[in-house]
């Protein structure tokens, strides 16, 4: 019987590492720009086409390679970061393991020109999935320019299972943004399709920052600074006024390597505890400066994952730097009128209303600079009478509105939902919740799950033509650069919705009109966390793109708690969302209404 055990190939073992090492492109720009950086380059230009699956080109001006090193560079586990086991607890450089060109090489197309400074002629080396196709002399820049053609082109598998481009290019920005934010003394460029999206001259971290996310940043940050014999800190913090939502921007450095660490994050977010909702999230730029002796960063290939040896203390470090940064920048006081007793409030002196002149009984002539033709008596008389059968009207298209939603639910096979009894007795619990009473017991309906529905049934509406409000003075809407492919994409949607869109560049997009019924948001936010509430719909591509889009419409655009509405909004509320076909479920799939019956009242009771 023959031997069974063969030893594989050396193309077979770098495409099984290359699954590890390159999962998409961000993958190869990582690794390539952290080889330039490792290279002592100084300025690295990135150029990708069509999100990485065309073409992956990194331009540096580091010390280059001579043709036996470039030669060496592919070859399985060769570096020139470490020489011994005991190197990796000294490690001062990004790489080390010597995985990563020969894992792109071996899934890719790669053109490799580079030469040293001290060299009079440079080389030219061409690898065809891990086969060397040809070396030879050539005349080029000192420094290394690699390109990266048809990535993944011999593993049709995973090719197939790459995101839509503006999936992928967000990928490939969010790497470039990290590596931008640990190395802001190298001057970074990022270019797709021939449009510049970055160009970063070397500068300090804050203004790398400013640099990469906008000038809005600049009035939000507060620097975290300590220093001990573990560690030292350095960084920023945002106020607690300017969290987010959706899109926070957290970053963990150490010793100049992005770094996840679910631990330190736990940390950060417990000293904004009671400063915030819980549903934001704070911005932080935080690096750690520690011995290399006391990490390991040789824990997984991307080297992403960081284990500490005096972790528990680090955390107590970082947990009191950064809740006493924001006790020392968010130390202004704050009167609450409520709470102050008779003898701590302030006097305000009363107006005395003998002491003002009479109003005029006519207006001012348009001559005098006292005119104002909007502060003129009314001319409408008998309000009373206008008016006197306006809840009469309402009560009854109420009732149709009910009747109708019941016939078409019976149509349906929805019959078990319903409808709300409109002379039901209404109770208010908070700002965001109403209790009805009807015959199966009591009713209670989250208002602002309720006013989500009724949106999204209304932006997924395409049978007519958007409604839009236009808006007296424009206004201009910053996106990160990481959202702008999405919004490419988004804004057909967005339009069809109401919106009047024009891109001004640089991620500003001016705002002309907004979707109808929309009063009282703040249309850049509103659009701001639309785009952000897409971006981070886990049910990705699984659900089309208008159907997302309006879901993160509806959750921009809703009310928010924090005002109340009256018993005539709520009731056209809830007529017209029981007007839909599926009243019950919101836009994200969360319960609109439950009803508690007599039993369950029994058994909470008990």
């Not at 400063?275 to 080297?303: G, R």
């Not at 650069?481 to 991620?507: I, Q, V």
């Not at 639309?530 to 886990?538: I, Q, W, Y």
């Amino acid at each position: 019987m023959s031997d069974v055990i063969k030893l594989l190939p050396d193309s077979v073992a770098n495409q099984i590492a290359a699954g590890e090492v390159i999962q998409r492109p961000a993958s190869v720009v990582k690794e390539l720009v952290e080889n330039a950086v490792d290279a002592g380059a100084t300025e690295i230009s990135v150029i990708i086409k069509d999100a990485g699956r065309t073409l992956i080109q990194v331009v540096d001006n580091g010390c280059g390679m001579s043709a036996t090193d470039a030669r060496l560079a592919f070859e399985r586990h060769s570096t020139s970061k470490i020489r011994k086991a005991d190197d990796l607890f000294e490690l001062h450089t990004m790489g080390f393991r010597g995985e990563a060109l020969a894992s792109i090489c071996a899934v890719s197309q790669v053109d490799l020109r580079t030469m040293r400074r001290d060299d009079n002629c440079g080389t030219r080396l061409i690898i065809n999935g891990s086969k060397v196709e040809s070396q030879q002399p050539e005349a080029c820049l000192p420094g290394s320019n690699m390109m990266v053609r048809n990535l993944f082109f011999n593993v049709p598998a995973r090719r197939k299972f790459l995101k839509k481009d503006s999936v992928e290019m967000a990928n490939i920005i969010h790497e470039f943004e990290r590596l931008a934010l640990v190395n802001p003394d190298v001057e970074l460029s990022l270019i797709h399709n021939d449009l510049t999206l970055h160009k970063l001259p070397a500068a300090s971290l804050r203004k790398r920052i400013i640099d990469l996310f906008g000038k809005s940043l600049d009035q939000q940050l507060i620097p975290v600074e300590t220093d001990t014999d573990l560690v030292k800190l350095s960084g920023f913090i945002v106020r607690p006024e300017h969290c987010r939502k959706r899109g926070a921007l957290q970053y963990l450095f150490v010793n100049g390597r992005n770094m996840r660490h679910p631990y330190f994050h736990k940390a950060i977010m417990q000293c904004y505890e009671g400063l915030i909702p819980a549903e934001e999230m704070p911005n932080y730029f935080i690096n750690f400066q520690v011995d290399p002796q006391t990490i390991d960063v040789n824990i997984h290939p991307t080297k992403n994952e960081i284990k500490f040896e005096d972790e528990q203390a680090i955390r107590q470090i970082l947990y009191a730097a950064v809740k006493e940064t924001i006790g020392r920048y968010n130390t202004a006081p704050q009167i609450d009128f409520q709470t102050l007793t008779e003898e701590q409030r302030p006097d305000i002196p009363a107006l005395n209303l003998s002491d003002t002149e009479p109003r005029p009984q006519h207006a001012p002539s348009a001559s005098t600079g006292g005119y104002n033709p909007f502060n003129q008596p009314s001319s409408v008389k008998n309000w009373e009478e206008l008016y006197k059968n306006f809840e009469a009207d309402r009560s009854e298209a109420l009732r149709q509105a009910e009747s109708e939603r019941a016939e078409a639910s019976t149509l349906n096979g929805l019959e078990d939902v319903e409808p709300a009894e409109t002379d039901a007795t209404m109770l208010s619990i908070g700002n965001r919740y109403v209790a009805l009473t009807e015959a199966r017991g009591m009713r209670i309906i989250d208002l602002r799950r309720a006013h989500q529905t009724v949106l999204f049934a209304r932006f997924m509406n395409t049978t007519s033509a958007p409604a839009s409000q236009r808006l007296l003075f424009p206004e201009t809407a910053h996106l990160e650069p990481s959202e702008t492919p999405l919004m490419d994409e988004l804004e057909p949607r967005l339009a069809a919705m109401g919106f009047d869109l024009a891109a001004l560049g640089g991620g500003d997009w001016a705002i002309n009109a907004v979707p109808a019924g929309t009063d009282g948001c703040n249309p850049a936010e509103m659009l701001i966390q639309t785009v952000r509430e897409v971006a981070a719909d886990s049910r990705g591509d699984s659900l089309p793109l208008a159907e997302r889009a309006a879901a993160a419409m509806a959750v921009a655009a809703s009310f928010r708690p924090t005002r109340r509405m009256n018993p005539a909004e709520i009731q056209g509320l809830i007529a017209d969302l029981m007007s839909l076909s599926l009243p019950g479920f919101s836009p994200k799939g969360k319960p609109v209404f439950t009803v508690i019956s007599e039993q369950d009242l029994a058994k909470l009771l008990q």
